[in-house]
């Protein structure tokens, strides 16, 4: 009987997934036809006719949740919103009621597109200049008056509009961790602050909070929000904007967002826990081992070729820059990866309760976002690195807990990653490479992250258990794990 009820799911299941593709093809060819009809119109009317059959395609693509290259870039779309949204910017002095419709319909069409490659054409195609153009070509003034649309006349209207989804739409952008970097360079920090400072609370305040936290959370370029901000409004401190945002929140979402800013500036440290981050290296012998043998291990790595590298899988923490080179995990020896580092694994094997190890390597201008341990297995485990390669200008480090710790080749430090931790590397130029080993540790509870453990304690295996020290799941996810090609060359 559960045979029977599975199979008639499964044809069910495929039944449905048959339909769903089949209706998904028609959109594609649909959306095909109207890109290539709105390339070939005249007139603005005819323009806003398809563009407005392409925000509805969009917002319906949303709802797919399709995670490959949106069909609207893929049927070329991308070019002509662009297009209309520069040549809007471009007549700022005097742009026609048209162009700000056809701009004002891009820029809603920009805001429904999503996934990393979606994101990676846009951001390539030059969009956001023009974002940033938008939202810096709305005079002031129109916000004091914005509350009686009678007052606005339409074009006003439209300027308001086009700059909320080019807003929306770097927030989504900025999503992507590695864009944050470029935005900044680009110097659209200096665009967001200068909006908040004088922002009244609603939609477009929360989706600039929600771009200057992703900002905030990369390590790389968060040190110029407050740069930033004093540059702009010198004989304002950052406490006064602090203050006008968390005092009326209109928004409990925004209010989590502007919080979340705050502990990643370190202005709010209530993720710092009471307990022991660091440990003494002296207190665990096989450190000397590892700091005596450090030129071997690292002859040994220097001599794997680039495809050995695998991309870090939880891509949550780092979409790109983060790989790894793996030779024992959760007490697994991985065979093939040993094989090629024999003298490294002969000294590893000497480690009391080793777990996990590899090669860590962060490239140039990467940032690592804070996160915490393994459920079930951090709690029994402390942490060593041991530096190979490290940048020499000082701009790579951990960061456990709010205290910064940085690498020297050669040598060890060990700590708790069941504290919030992240890591960064911003050298413009050289890849941070550190070997990590996870081993067991048992100590007094009251050391460990007090908040590191959730859901019902009794739970909790004890320490003496036999039982796997992390989910079964995962590690079979870990070890079957076929990974993107790493990024960067070992050396």
């Given at each position: 009987k559960s045979f029977a009820l599975k199979s008639h799911h499964c044809r069910i299941h495929i039944w449905t997934s048959d339909l769903v593709r089949n209706l998904f093809s028609m959109d594609i060819k649909e959306i095909r036809t109207d890109v290539e009809a709105l390339r070939e119109a005249k007139t603005h009317l005819d323009k806003a006719q398809y563009l407005r059959k392409l925000v509805v395609a969009a917002e319906n693509l949303v709802?797919?949740?399709?995670?490959?290259?949106?069909?609207?870039?893929?049927?070329?779309?991308?070019?002509?919103?662009?297009?209309?949204?520069?040549?809007?910017?471009?007549?700022?002095?005097?742009?026609?009621?048209?162009?700000?419709?056809?701009?004002?319909?891009?820029?809603?069409?920009?805001?429904?597109?999503?996934?990393?490659?979606?994101?990676?054409?846009?951001?390539?195609?030059?969009?956001?200049?023009?974002?940033?153009?938008?939202?810096?070509?709305?005079?002031?003034?129109?916000?004091?008056?914005?509350?009686?649309?009678?007052?606005?006349?339409?074009?006003?209207?439209?300027?308001?509009?086009?700059?909320?989804?080019?807003?929306?739409?770097i927030a989504n952008i900025l999503e992507n961790n590695p864009y944050t970097a470029l935005f900044?360079?680009?110097?659209?920090?200096?665009?967001?602050?200068?909006?908040?400072?004088?922002?009244?609370?609603?939609e477009d305040r929360k989706e600039t909070i929600?771009?200057?936290?992703?900002?905030?959370?990369?390590?790389?370029?968060?040190?110029?929000?407050?740069?930033?901000?004093?540059?702009?409004?010198?004989?304002?401190?950052?406490?006064?904007?602090?203050?006008?945002?968390?005092?009326?929140?209109?928004?409990?979402?925004?209010?989590?967002?502007?919080?979340?800013?705050?502990?990643?500036?370190?202005?709010?440290?209530?993720?710092?826990?009471?307990?022991?981050?660091?440990?003494?290296?002296?207190?665990?012998?096989?450190?000397?081992?590892?700091?005596?043998?450090?030129?071997?291990?690292?002859?040994?790595?220097?001599?794997?070729?680039?495809?050995?590298?695998?991309?870090?899988?939880?891509?949550?923490?780092?979409?790109?820059?983060?790989?790894?080179?793996?030779?024992?995990?959760?007490?697994?020896?991985?065979?093939?990866?040993?094989?090629?580092?024999?003298?490294?694994?002969?000294?590893l094997e000497q480690i009391p309760g080793m777990t996990t190890v590899m090669f860590s390597c962060i490239q140039p201008r990467t940032h690592i976002r804070p996160h915490v341990g393994y459920y079930q297995y951090s709690n029994r485990i402390l942490r060593c690195h041991l530096g190979i390669t490290i940048p020499k200008d000082g701009q790579t480090a951990l960061k456990v807990n709010g205290q910064i710790q940085t690498w020297e080749e050669g040598k060890c430090f060990v700590f708790d990653d069941t504290f919030r931790h992240e890591a960064y590397n911003k050298s413009p130029t050289t890849t941070r490479v550190v070997l990590m080993i996870d081993f067991e540790f048992k100590t007094d509870p009251s050391l460990r992250n007090p908040d590191f453990f959730w859901g019902d304690p009794k739970a909790m295996p004890e320490p003496d258990d036999d039982e796997a020290i992390i989910s079964p799941d995962l590690l079979a996810a870990l070890m079957n794990y076929k990974s993107d090609p790493a990024n960067v060359k070992p050396s």
């Open positions: 709802a797919e949740n399709t995670t490959e290259l949106s069909p609207l870039v893929a049927a070329g779309a991308l070019p002509l919103l662009l297009r209309f949204v520069d040549e809007a910017d471009s007549a700022a002095a005097a742009p026609t009621l048209g162009a700000l419709h056809l701009a004002y319909h891009s820029t809603v069409i920009l805001s429904n597109l999503y996934g990393d490659a979606t994101t990676m054409v846009i951001v390539q195609a030059g969009a956001l200049p023009l974002l940033i153009r938008c939202v810096e070509a709305v005079e002031p003034s129109l916000d004091t008056i914005s509350d009686d649309p009678n007052v606005l006349t339409e074009k006003e209207k439209l300027l308001l509009k086009i700059r909320s989804k080019a807003l929306e739409t900044v360079d680009m110097g659209g920090l200096s665009c967001l602050l200068s909006f908040l400072a004088m922002a009244k609370p609603g929600r771009a200057l936290l992703y900002i905030s959370e990369n390590a790389i370029v968060r040190e110029e929000i407050m740069k930033t901000y004093v540059d702009l409004f010198p004989g304002n401190p950052f406490a006064d904007l602090q203050t006008k945002l968390l005092k009326y929140p209109t928004d409990k979402e925004e209010k989590s967002f502007f919080l979340d800013i705050l502990r990643s500036l370190d202005i709010l440290t209530d993720y710092i826990k009471p307990g022991k981050v660091f440990y003494d290296v002296a207190d665990f012998p096989f450190i000397k081992l590892l700091e005596d043998n450090y030129a071997v291990i690292k002859e040994e790595f220097l001599k794997l070729e680039q495809h050995h590298l695998v991309s870090w899988p939880e891509k949550y923490l780092c979409k790109k820059g983060w790989d790894v080179f793996g030779l024992f995990a959760f007490k697994n020896r991985l065979a093939e990866n040993c094989e090629l580092c024999p003298q490294t694994t002969k000294i």
